[in-house]
């Protein structure tokens, strides 16, 4: 058996859990009625694109209108947690998604913008209570970014999409929603 069959969860569990506690809450993949922000990175833009490509179509498929998409275009990653934080501070969006690459280089470069961008990204979702997905690329080479920006269900945009929608859903769900208020 493979690492990652370990790591899934296993078929049926959210259903076992249900059975044994009061409430088990998740949100659900509708983007109805939502409205996203976008903040994406410039630098190593082609993958961003690929990545950005990714989020829209599950965005649509999801049932959100284009109409209700704000695309944001930061010069790279590092600057992405100030877009994600001037869209949350302006209150126009349920969530907002980061995208972008930094792909390890011969210099320690790599390691600060990446370590730097995720905590801001936390700083942001955690100081404001807004949604902020983590949709930025840390991989060792282009290769690993572009077998995860795929035109296809792995996409790395997609998978930040589908969250950010699901974030906003399970925020606004039963308990939670008298917890922690959004839009």
């Not at 730097?116 to 840390?138: E, K, M, N, R, Y």
């Not at 769900?173 to 959004?182: D, E, R």
Request: aromatic share 4%; with cysteine; charged share 15%.
């Amino acid at each position: 058996m493979a690492g990652s069959d370990f790591a899934a969860l296993p078929v049926g569990a959210l259903d076992e859990v249900a059975s044994f506690v009061g409430a088990s809450l998740r949100g659900e993949h509708n983007g109805t009625g939502l409205r996203i922000g976008i903040a994406c990175a410039l630098f190593n833009g082609g993958i961003t694109k690929r990545l950005l490509d990714g989020a829209l179509e599950a965005l649509v498929e999801a049932g959100t209108e284009a109409q209700d998409v704000t695309v944001a275009w930061a010069p790279g990653a590092f600057e992405l947690p100030l877009v994600a934080r001037a869209f949350a501070g302006a209150g126009k969006v349920d969530a907002t998604l980061c995208l972008g690459a930094v792909i390890r280089g011969e210099t320690g470069h790599y390691d600060f913008v990446a370590g730097q961008c995720a905590a801001g990204i936390q700083q942001v979702q955690l100081s404001t209570g807004h949604p902020v997905v983590f949709g930025v690329l840390t991989t060792e080479t282009l290769a690993q970014a572009l077998a995860r920006s795929e035109p296809d269900l792995s996409n790395k945009g997609r998978e930040a999409a589908l969250t950010g929608i699901e974030m906003v859903r399970l925020l606004r769900t039963g308990p939670l929603s008298q917890v922690h208020a959004i839009g």
